[in-house]
């Protein structure tokens, strides 16, 4: 109700006498002229008792109090609000967290379809912008080298597990998400050979019902291998980690969506089926604890590491958002002298992710990825650790460009989740947390999940998948390197500006 | 399902199913009562001038009404139907038919304003009517 705020005094006034009015004349003319009149009379009757509610009776909303009925259009229009702005307002490239042409990108490829695009980039080109440095003798891709990453090298373990793509689909919980997103999620990543974080939900049921490789995530509330304290449960995890299609273990100690803060996972997402799964109640928002309760320093942490990778004996990463590059390096220091290493580290960006969290720390917690990553990467080699383990990164990385500057900056692969909902479907809504998503991705409501169809949607994650390592492929070549490996920040442009620089970060 | 609904006792669950049922029934009874033509339907109709479109006009109003309430999901907006058509009969007996089944009329009404009320919280343009 801004701008001409006298007017729309004057045009309530008038508005709310009129319903009277009318009211009062169908009414006559319904009795004395035809009965069909009455229709109206009715109608009119209606919105002179509502407008009497909003003006005398509510108190709680001073525009209905002071304009009536046409004050609700206020409610209308706000509610309608996000929709009119990304469907008729919103510029294509100023969309938040995804902008369309990103998207387009995405639905492209999980469609299958050619997302070349002419006449130059929408962009915002300028030189303030992390551009990747090509070669004057591109690689022929006949020579590129196929990829592969091997986890739990390092300590030559048994159960080593081979990345032989460079993507992964990250956490993401059943409960965070619905079963039928989890089951096309899952069979995408099967049909990709890709796998899959679980997200620190409890048990993986439905992840496990598709067979495709598993990361299994361990949250500080340790949903699924908890004994009745909330502490670690051996045997649980144990039986768990010998499924299998269970691959990796990851502990998370914070995400990027909430760093600092336990997982949330509001009441209305909580059906019998996710509260069985936890061993939580329904009807309340089920809120982790911000720390493992066995990892109360650098000692501990490490000491919980080796305990975890003994119990399992597999690969086992942790995943963590950067807060401070000096705790990092008291950890790194700790891990050093005990020569205990996670199998890999991985480093959510402070951008926020998928998860339900607060605004303030969605907006304004946690060093965003590519800075933590460089940080990580420098602060592993100079400590002359680097080898001990791979990194992975996080955080808004849905294409093959934005993985060829992480992986520039030391990644070793990367995770995406919403790269992956979007190939699901997903049309940013920013519904996750109200179980109202409108494409049935992260809803329990049957009636939305109906709109998801598991063999379809499966096959574009798989596309997904396979077009952004396509392309990923191809820009290897034109950087002029023959694997990932290759990659270094001497591969990208940084602007001077840029915390990135060189020069501000030595 | 109603705010109340799923926060209810299973003595308000109760209570809201019953007023289900005797509004909907109601409303059913009315509306059959029009598509068949019966002596009273026939002659109400007769003096309010609507004819026979105009009988089973309301008597397919007054059946969706009936529908919309029985089923939970959209029980405020079958009451606010209901509501709509039983002011539109309490005129006309006011005003052109006599008194007869004045109270039958408003009994349908008072059964829609209570369910319109439990499930005030399922339609934005009803949920701040009674916000205090």
Not at chain 1, 70 to 86: C, F, K, M, N
Not at chain 1, 258 to 280: A, C, D, N, Y
Not at chain 1, 366 to 389: K, N, S, T, Y
Not at chain 1, 391 to 403: D, H
């Amino acid at each position: 109700m801004t701008g001409g705020t006298i007017g729309l005094h004057g045009l309530s006034r008038f508005t709310n006498r009129m319903i009277v009015v009318l009211a009062a004349g169908f009414l006559a003319a319904g009795v004395y002229v035809s009965f069909w009149f009455h229709f109206l009379t009715v109608f009119f009757i209606l919105l002179t008792v509502m407008n009497f509610f909003y003006r005398h009776v509510q108190t709680r909303h001073a525009v209905l109090r002071n304009f009536g009925i046409l004050g609700q259009a206020r409610y209308v229009i706000e509610s309608v609000g996000p929709e009119l702005r990304q469907y008729l307002f919103a510029s294509d490239t100023e969309e938040r967290p995804f902008n369309r042409h990103e998207r387009s990108e995405v639905y492209r490829k999980a469609k299958g379809i050619d997302s070349a695009v002419s006449f130059g980039s929408q962009a915002a080109y300028d030189s303030l912008e992390i551009k990747i440095r090509h070669s004057l003798y591109p690689t022929d891709s006949a020579e590129l080298e196929p990829f592969r990453l091997v986890l739990g090298e390092e300590r030559g373990i048994a159960a080593r597990y081979t990345l032989t793509k460079p993507v992964m689909i990250s956490a993401m919980s059943f409960g965070a998400l619905g079963e039928p997103a989890v089951r096309a999620l899952g069979r995408g990543a099967g049909l990709a050979g890709i796998p899959m974080n679980t997200g620190e939900g409890g048990y993986p049921k439905h992840h496990l019902a598709e067979g495709c490789d598993l990361i299994f995530q361990m949250g500080t509330a340790k949903f699924g291998i908890r004994d009745t304290d909330g502490r670690l449960d051996e045997e649980q995890l144990r039986a768990l980690a010998g499924q299998d299609a269970v691959k990796m273990v990851e502990i998370k100690f914070s995400q990027g969506a909430k760093p600092g803060k336990g997982g949330l996972l509001p009441k209305e997402k909580i059906t019998r089926e996710i509260s069985e799964l936890r061993g939580v109640p329904m009807g309340r928002d089920v809120i982790s604890p911000p720390f493992h309760d066995e990892c109360r320093d650098v000692g501990s942490t490490v000491r919980f590491i080796r305990r975890v990778q003994d119990v399992t004996e597999l690969p086992v990463g942790i995943k963590t958002c950067v807060g401070s590059f000096a705790e990092l390096r008291t950890l790194f220091e700790e891990m050093k002298s005990r020569d205990v290493y996670p199998d890999y580290i991985s480093i959510d960006g402070g951008e926020g992710g998928t998860g339900a969290a607060p605004k303030a720390y969605i907006d304004g917690f946690g060093v965003p990825l590519l800075p933590a990553l460089h940080g990580v990467q420098r602060l592993l080699r100079e400590l002359g650790i680097r080898d001990r383990m791979k990194l992975f990164a996080a955080g808004k990385l849905i294409s093959s460009y934005k993985w060829v500057v992480a992986m520039s900056l030391g990644a070793d692969a990367v995770y995406t989740a919403r790269g992956f909902m979007l190939a699901l479907g997903c049309i940013q809504t920013l519904q996750c947390g109200n179980n109202t998503c409108p494409v049935g991705i992260t809803t329990h409501d049957p009636i939305l999940q109906r709109g998801l169809v598991i063999e379809d949607k499966a096959a574009r994650v798989a596309n997904y998948a396979q077009g952004v390592v396509h392309d990923f492929e191809a820009l290897l070549c034109s950087v002029g390197v023959r694997s990932a490996r290759e990659l270094t920040i001497d591969n990208l442009y940084i602007p001077p500006a840029s915390i990135l620089a060189r020069e501000a970060l030595t | 399902m109603t705010e109340i609904g799923k926060r209810s006792t299973r003595g308000v669950q109760v209570l809201l199913w019953g007023v289900r049922i005797a509004t909907a029934g109601l409303l059913g009874h009315a509306a059959l009562g029009k598509f068949t033509g019966t002596e009273h339907a026939l002659e109400m109709f007769s003096r309010l001038g609507l004819g026979a479109s105009g009988r089973i006009f309301i008597g397919m109003i007054e059946m969706l009404a009936a529908l919309l309430i029985l089923s939970p999901q959209s029980t405020v907006y079958g009451a606010f139907l209901g509501l709509g058509v039983m002011i539109g009969a309490i005129i006309a007996h006011l005003t052109m038919i006599g008194l007869e089944g004045l109270a039958h009329a408003t009994l349908v009404a008072v059964g829609c304003v209570t369910l319109l009320y439990i499930c005030r919280q399922d339609a934005s343009f009803l949920r701040n009517l009674w916000d205090r």
